[in-house]
């Protein structure tokens, strides 16, 4: 393998990793800002900790131009050998950028209705409590749903293609496969209102570190499968 290929590998296998901590990094403030609990409460918190929701706001922003340069990368090493995967591949990975940026900007946007809910006399309260409500259960969290939905449909062509080229350990590649069809289940789930199906979701993270490390230490051998458009 030439040297530029072998660069362009690691510098894959360095996109998975800054999307994996960035994701990790704009969900942990978030998380501990908003809380749990009844929308009330969330906006109360949302009002009290908007610092935390800004800085979880700026690297969600991060996180989805990763995931922008994540794909753009994949579809320079995984191209040769499907172009037209890696173009929907591409297609449904910046789906999932958008929608992740989507997602917070909705939790963001509890700030100022948050402030105005506790501002409010008790009577007037109601109608930041049902804005509340859309901003937290319908963009956030639903939109997290859908931003998974891109990246599992998303997943399942790349590492399709890797499967196919070998351009990494097949066990890598075939580990990936069964973690993003298992996260489908999950997110076709919750979509279809069944609640919530992390458990299906947790293995995808441990893969991105695997695939991440392996790229950037090791690079990607020469492929053994035939190029094919």
């Not at 994996?20 to 403030?29: C, E, L, N, Q, R």
């Not at 800085?55 to 499907?82: E, K």
């Not at 409500?133 to 293609?161: K, W």
């Not at 490390?213 to 492929?223: E, I, K, Q, S």
């Amino acid at each position: 393998m030439n040297k530029l290929a072998l660069d362009t590998a690691r510098l894959l296998g360095a996109a998975f990793l800054i999307v994996d901590v960035t994701s990790i990094a704009s969900g942990v403030p978030l998380l501990s800002a908003l809380g749990s609990g009844d929308i009330p409460s969330i906006l109360t918190n949302a009002a009290a900790n908007d610092g935390a929701l800004r800085v979880s706001l700026v690297l969600a922003l991060c996180n989805s131009a990763a995931i922008v340069a994540l794909a753009t990368l994949l579809y320079a090493v995984l191209a040769p050998h499907g172009r037209s995967l890696a173009i929907a591949g591409v297609g449904l990975w910046l789906g999932e950028a958008f929608f992740y940026a989507l997602s917070f900007l909705g939790a963001a946007a509890l700030i100022p209705v948050g402030r105005d809910f506790v501002a409010a006399a008790p009577a007037a309260q109601a109608s930041y409590v049902t804005l509340g409500d859309v901003l937290y259960n319908s963009v956030y969290h639903l939109g997290g749903a859908v931003l998974m939905f891109f990246y599992c449909a998303g997943g399942l062509l790349f590492y399709s293609l890797f499967f196919a080229a070998r351009l990494i350990p097949r066990w890598i590649s075939g580990f990936g496969l069964v973690v993003v069809a298992l996260g489908s289940v999950g997110v076709v789930l919750e979509l279809l209102g069944y609640g919530t199906t992390m458990a299906l979701m947790l293995p995808i993270r441990p893969f991105e570190l695997l695939i991440g490390f392996w790229l950037l230490l090791r690079g990607a051998p020469a492929a053994t499968a035939l190029p094919r458009s």
